[in-house]
C-alpha cells in the first residue's frame, strides 16, 4: 500500500563527510509499503516486510491511545548499490538493541524502521546514534534518519506552550499521522471524479444564480475558504458559498455559550452571524456545493467524515482522530442519522465505523439517501 502525501527523505549527495548524520528538520521521509522485500538470502533475522510494518503500527497506536503514551519512529534511509553494503549490518544491530524484534523492518523500498512504543522523542534520538555508532564501527557508510512521533497534534501543541522552557536547539521530529493513512480505493476515487465533475457540470448554472445573489445580498466575498484537517492530518483549504456575515469568525468567541454540541466543535441551530439568503443556502446544503471542487482535487470524497476545523480537529482527542484515516467526505452518517445536540463522542464512533467498514456499497448508499434528503430540504444542519 502506498503511501502518497509525506515529502521524501532526500539522501544529502554533496559535501557528505565520511560518518553518520541526522535529517533536517524539513524532510520527512516518504515510505511506500507496497515495495520489495529484503533478500532473503541476506540472513537477516527479524526484519519484517512493509505491510507486516503496518500492522505493528496500527497495533502500537491502538495501544498508545489507550496507554496515553509518545510513539516513536525511527526511519533509516538505506543507500541502495554497491557503494554501501552496510545496510544488512544496520538491520542486524537494530534487531539485537531493540528488544522487539517485531518492530524492525522495512518502511519502503530504501527505509529501514524501528517502532519505539512508549519513548520520547530525545530518548529515540539516543537510540539512533547508539545504533549508527555500532555500525560505523565495521562500515564507513552513512546513513541519514528521522524520527517520527504520534501523536504528532499533542507534541506540537506542547512545543508551543513550553515558551522560554524550549531547548536551543530543537529536536528533530515529524508527524507520523501519514502513515496511518488508507490508500483509496480505485472505485472510491473513479466514483468521487465522475460523480463531482458530473456535479459542476450540471450545478454550474445554480451556482452561478446564487453567487450574484450573495455579492448582491450582503457585501463580502462569494466564497468562503477555511482550513480543515484532511487525510493523515493533512491542511487543506475547503470552499463553501457564504452564508455568513464577513465578520462572522471575530464575532464566533462571543457565541460560546450559544454553542449546541459539546466537545471541541462549534455549532449553532440558529447561528445570528447568518444572512437571511445564507440560512436558505445552508438549509438546503447548497452551499457545500463548492466543495466538489475539492473532491475533483482529491483533497475530499464524496463521503466520508465530514472535515473539522483546523483548531477544532486538532483539539480532538487522540482516538477521534482515527476518523483521518480516510479523506474527509460531503456527507457520511452523521450527517443523515445525527443530530446538533448528540454528544460528540457519538459523532466520531459513527465516524470511525465507517472509516472501519465502508464498502462500494455503503458509498452508494449513503449518496442516495443524501440527495432524497436534500430533495426533501430536511438536512441536518
Known sequence: ??????????????????????????????????????????????????????????????????????????AFFIPIGAACEGWSQLASVLSWRVPRSEAVGLLGADHLGVVLPDTSIA???????????????QHECEFDYAVLVYPSHEFAAQADDDGADKPEEPLNAHPMEALFALPMPSWKRLIDIVGSAIGLVLLSPLLLVVSLAIKLSSP??????????????????????????????????????????DGPAFKIRNDPRATRLGRVLRKTCIDELPQLWNVVKGDMS????????????RACARWHRRRLDVAPGLTCTWQLHGEIGMPF??????????VENYCLWTDVKLVLQTMWRILLMRASH
Open 123 to 137: 530518548d529515540a534520538h539516543a537510540i539512533a546514534r547508539e545504533v549508527l555508532d555500532a555500525v560505523a564501527e
Open 345 to 354: 463522542d457519538v459523532w466520531m464512533r459513527m465516524d470511525i465505523d465507517y
Open 1 to 74: 500500500m502506498e503511501i502518497k502525501n509525506l515529502l521524501s527523505l532526500r539522501k544529502r549527495r554533496s559535501e557528505r563527510p565520511t560518518g553518520l548524520r541526522r535529517t533536517s528538520a524539513t524532510a520527512p521521509p516518504r515510505f511506500q509499503f507496497k515495495t520489495r522485500r529484503l533478500d532473503r538470502s541476506s540472513g537477516v533475522p527479524g526484519v519484517h516486510a512493509p505491510e507486516q510494518m503496518r500492522q505493528v503500527l496500527a497495533r502500537e497506536r491502538f495501544d498508545c491511545d489507550r496507554a496515553g503514551t509518545t510513539l516513536s519512529l525511527l
Open 302 to 313: 464524496l463521503v466520508g467524515p465530514r472535515p473539522l476545523p483546523w483548531e477544532e480537529s
Open 220 to 261: 463580502g466575498p462569494i466564497f468562503f475558504v477555511q482550513d480543515r484537517e484532511g487525510i493523515g492530518g493533512r491542511r487543506f483549504k475547503i470552499f463553501k458559498l457564504r452564508t455568513m456575515h464577513v465578520d462572522a469568525e471575530q464575532q464566533k468567541s462571543d457565541l460560546h455559550e450559544l454553542n449546541e454540541r
